[in-house]
């Protein structure tokens, strides 16, 4: 898999990469493209409502993961960009571009991401999103949520073994033990082994992204901004410098 993928991280991102790629050498002269690239997409901003998503993928499930307590251990570093962006100004940038772009015969590429206009770390997503944990907590948070950026794997893998697969190997030791391992302590640690074992998969997961920084330049959108009328502003919010992260 890896000789397939070559310099990209993922069959998402290479997939995007292909089909961008394709669009570009067979398009007909004519015919108006619109390649948009958004950054990674988070909940909604305002719209439906603030924090709406219909999905847990992506940096929603490290959200969620980290928010219940199961995820303590990140591989990246914390002062790193997290190039964030809510849906509702990913959907509202579709939609703009796509009218403004229709009668274009041209292909457009527009970057949405916040690097550029509204930057933030990841450790300053993690801690906003702790502050507001305090005050609206998960209800099928497990455990407290403490969540570190480390960013030598190994120490990554030293502490991930004494904090999450010691405790269980332990108690799977436990299990076999006549009298003492009964059939819900054996139900608990095959939940439990799935858990650590999700958990160190999530920790993994972004660290292409959490060990690195870029910055999107966004002018295309803001282009999209300046053409809009005061009117439709406030109805297609596309702008990131108006998030506020807090």
């Not at 015919?31 to 958004?38: G, Q, W």
């Amino acid at each position: 898999m890896k000789t397939i993928l070559g310099p990209w991280p993922n069959t998402y991102t290479f997939t995007k990469s292909m089909a961008e790629r394709t669009l570009r050498k067979r398009r007909n002269p004519k015919l108006p493209v619109f390649l948009f690239r958004p950054s990674i997409i988070i909940g909604a901003m305002s719209e439906p409502l603030p924090g709406w998503t219909d999905t847990i993928s992506a940096a929603g499930g490290l959200s969620l993961v980290g928010g219940i307590g199961i995820v303590n251990y990140i591989h990246g570093k914390r002062d790193n960009i997290a190039d964030l962006i809510p849906v509702d100004i990913v959907s509202s940038s579709i939609i703009v571009g796509t009218a403004l772009q229709a009668n274009k015969p041209e292909l457009k590429i527009y970057h949405c991401a916040s690097s550029h206009r509204q930057p933030i770390t990841w450790g300053g997503f993690k801690e906003y999103s702790f502050e507001f944990l305090k005050v609206q907590p998960y209800q099928m948070q497990i455990f407290k949520p403490s969540i570190h950026f480390i960013e030598n794997h190994q120490v990554l893998k030293a502490r991930f073994f004494i904090s999450s697969e010691l405790p269980i190997k332990v108690l799977e030791k436990l299990s076999h033990i006549p009298g003492i391992g009964t059939p819900a302590l054996k139900k608990n640690v095959k939940k439990g082994k799935l858990m650590v074992s999700r958990a160190w998969e999530t920790s993994i997961l972004f660290d292409h992204f959490t060990n690195n920084s870029w910055v999107y330049e966004t002018k295309a959108v803001e282009d999209l901004y300046r053409q809009l009328s005061p009117a439709e502003r406030e109805v297609f919010i596309i702008d990131p410098k108006v998030i506020d992260w807090r």
